[in-house]
């Protein structure tokens, strides 16, 4: 079965802090790996990671793949308290295409 | 573009009752998916559609669960009878493949109350 695995499940810092999230996975047929940032709404997409070893950024949030240990992080530096949101990470497929199956979710609160 | 509209936005319904959520996907996008979201069981896909067409329903829990797609611009999702477990919010996604990202844009959500 197919598993996509999220850590921490919650966490909680202050503004200003640095944060990892992780994301591992165990599925067939990869083809993408993809972040998402959940505020008290919709999943919104951040990034999509096809390529081992290439970090995608964008402004204070970056994320890079390892397709070999199977697992990715995505980094939030000098965190602010617009960043408290759910933070889920999903697994693309080269078969079945389109469909995406999802962690469980990283809760991030970020405290003034 | 409006994004993906889902509605209603909210739904509280007795049990036994039949509900209808419905979904426009983003014009021009070829997938679309429903999710079911709660705090116990997170982001599970129900059911996704390409092209119209029903690719993947696996995840739709029972028979009480049926989902149709009659044109490019239009999906609903019904429960009936629906149970007070099938509380949730229920989310409606599009996507555009191939040659596109996988990226999948979600609506706002139907939060859905059954007592």
């Known amino acids: 079965e197919d598993k996509v695995v999220q850590s921490p499940l919650s966490l909680v810092v202050h503004e200003g802090d640095t944060v990892t999230l992780n994301c591992s996975y165990e599925?067939?047929?990869?083809?993408?790996l993809l972040w998402y940032k959940q505020e008290k709404k919709a999943p919104t997409f951040l990034f999509m990671l096809?390529?081992?070893?290439i970090e995608k950024k964008s402004g204070r949030l970056s994320s890079i793949l390892d397709k070999k240990e199977l697992f990715s992080i995505l980094n939030i530096t000098a965190t602010q308290t617009g960043d408290s949101a759910v933070y889920l990470c999903?697994?693309?497929?080269?078969?079945?295409?389109?469909?995406?199956?999802f962690g469980d979710g990283t809760t991030l609160t970020v405290k003034p | 573009d409006a994004g993906v509209i889902q509605s209603p936005r909210h739904e509280v319904t007795e049990m036994g009752q039949e509900v209808t959520l419905r979904c426009k996907p983003i014009?021009?996008?070829?997938?679309l998916f429903w999710y079911r979201q709660t705090m116990m069981r997170g982001l599970e896909l129900l059911i996704y559609?390409?092209?119209?067409?029903?690719?993947?329903d696996s995840g739709m829990p029972e028979d009480r669960f049926s989902a149709k797609m009659p044109n490019a611009s239009f999906s609903t999702l019904k429960i009936q009878p629906s149970e007070p477990r099938d509380s949730a919010v229920y989310f409606c996604?599009?996507?555009?493949?191939?040659?596109?990202?996988?990226?999948?844009?979600f609506g706002p959500g139907t939060r859905l109350t059954v007592t």
């Open positions: 999903a697994v693309a497929y080269n078969t079945n295409a389109g469909k995406s199956t």
């Open positions: 599925v067939t047929n990869f083809r993408s």
């Open positions: 996604a599009s996507s555009l493949l191939p040659g596109g990202s996988y990226e999948q844009y």
């Open positions: 096809t390529s081992s070893g």
């Open positions: 014009s021009g996008h070829d997938y």
């Open positions: 559609f390409n092209n119209n067409v029903p690719i993947d």
